[in-house]
């Protein structure tokens, strides 16, 4: 606990008065969250070089700062938005889809002038040349993301619903727009595309998994969803990356140290208010139903199920015998519903490597859970979430240790100096 606030304490210096929008562009640069992949770790504001993961091979961000030789600099207003909205650089080359432009071609006029100002006069140019992707020959050639774009883009601009009110239209907005949200809770189909753009089709932000964390169903489904979140609740989260009970995890963290939290109350509410009225996934859907008997086993010393030795071992200390964690401390494990979704890739991949609460204005403790990679075998890991998914109450699919062995390869757990102490697949 005292390593986890002394990091929290250091952590806490990111989320200082600097943070603080300047403009307008920097306030929508921060909704866009344009830092999150255009930053590298102990590299410069916007100067590129982020490494993602594809299926295909690693590519770099790129360095969006205005230096005229290695950046945007001599991009005019035409060329950025292009870029922005369409995945053409100004050179003309495609850009891989990882840009999210096909939720950016939402941004109207006005903000995509304001974006603009704000990277040509306010962000420091930076000399720094773009990384090559690792992807192989011939799979690397862009031509086929014109087919793709063909397929799968639509170029148009966020269009109001009139029979809804002013700020569920802000909200929309935001969401399926400059804050892209889409791009992780939205499935992928076959040419990796998201399958939904917008709350028109059934499949948009039902959940979509990548790198090897799931993002959860953002619908009002009240078993895998946020059907039981109030809007309030949504808001609280948005703004410091807990409930009562719930925590962000992966990548989500970033998303609201960097960019929902600077969002105001009223941009907040609206994305909150069109988020409660997304239909559920699955309007067969109940909630989870309270179950004493794991708690009970538990207390009387009976470790008879698969993973129960285990969960007491390794989780319970924090998370209790009864699965409801402690407030905006410990998240509950029974009844979240980021847990039990039908693909249980961010409960694996969080005992495998851990994971860091969001550091914020308004919740500076971020506290750490350590990862148990090193110190549990593929079985252990299958048996220890097939028991929190199905304890409590929980009534979610068993995991297999095919599927911890997949991860395993896949997410890269904690690095460590003493590499004997891994446990190997």
């Known amino acids: 606990m005292l390593t986890s606030l002394l990091f929290a304490a250091l952590a806490s210096a990111s989320a200082t008065a600097a943070d603080t929008p300047t403009s307008k562009g920097h306030y929508l640069a921060q909704a866009g969250d344009c830092a999150a992949c255009h930053t590298a770790a102990g590299g410069a504001n916007f100067a590129g070089g982020l490494k993602m993961a594809t299926p295909v091979g690693a590519i770099y961000s790129t360095n969006i700062t205005p230096d005229k030789e290695t950046g945007i600099g001599d991009y005019s207003y035409d060329d950025f938005a292009q870029a922005v909205r369409g995945g053409v650089a100004k050179d003309g080359h495609q850009l891989y889809p990882a840009m999210p432009y096909t939720s950016f071609a939402k941004i109207n006029d006005e903000d995509m002038h304001a974006l603009y100002d704000y990277f040509m ?16 020959w011939p799979l690397n050639m862009r031509w086929p993301l014109i087919v793709w774009n063909w397929a799968f883009h639509d170029d148009q601009r966020f269009q109001p619903d009139s029979s809804q009110s002013a700020e569920w239209n802000r909200g929309a907005y935001l969401i399926q727009g400059l804050e892209h949200c889409g791009t992780c809770h939205t499935p992928r189909g076959i040419g990796f595309q998201e399958k939904a753009l917008d709350q028109k089709e059934t499949a948009y932000l039902t959940g979509g998994t990548l790198e090897g964390w799931h993002a959860p169903d953002l619908t009002s489904n009240p078993k895998t969803g946020i059907g039981r979140w109030s809007q309030q609740e949504i808001v609280s989260f948005l703004q410091t990356g807990w409930t009562a009970n719930s925590a962000a995890f992966g990548s989500m963290t970033d998303v609201i140290e960097h960019s929902t939290q600077h969002l105001s109350d009223e941009d907040l509410n609206a994305m909150a208010v069109y988020l409660k009225s997304i239909k559920s996934s699955d309007p067969q859907a109940e909630a989870p139903k309270a179950d004493d008997a794991t708690q009970a086993a538990l207390v009387k010393g009976d470790m008879s199920k698969p993973g129960a030795q285990l969960y007491m071992d390794n989780c319970a200390a924090c998370h209790r015998t009864d699965g409801k964690g402690y407030s905006k401390t410990f998240p509950a494990l029974a009844h979240n519903p980021a847990l039990l979704s039908d693909d249980p890739s961010s409960l694996i991949s969080i005992v495998l490597r851990g994971g860091k609460a969001a550091v914020t204005h308004k919740a500076v403790t971020g506290l750490t859970m350590p990862d148990f990679g090193w110190r549990l075998d593929d079985q252990q890991v299958a048996d220890l979430s097939t028991f929190v998914r199905s304890s409590w109450g929980n009534n979610a699919s068993a995991v297999t240790v095919d599927r ?22």
Request: proline share 11%.
């Open 121 to 136: 006069k306010e962000v420091p140019a930076v000399k720094q040349a773009d990384r090559d992707s690792d992807i192989p």
């Open 404 to 425: 911890v062995k997949e991860l395993r390869k896949t997410v890269s757990t904690v690095e460590r100096k003493d590499p004997d102490k891994q446990v190997k697949p």
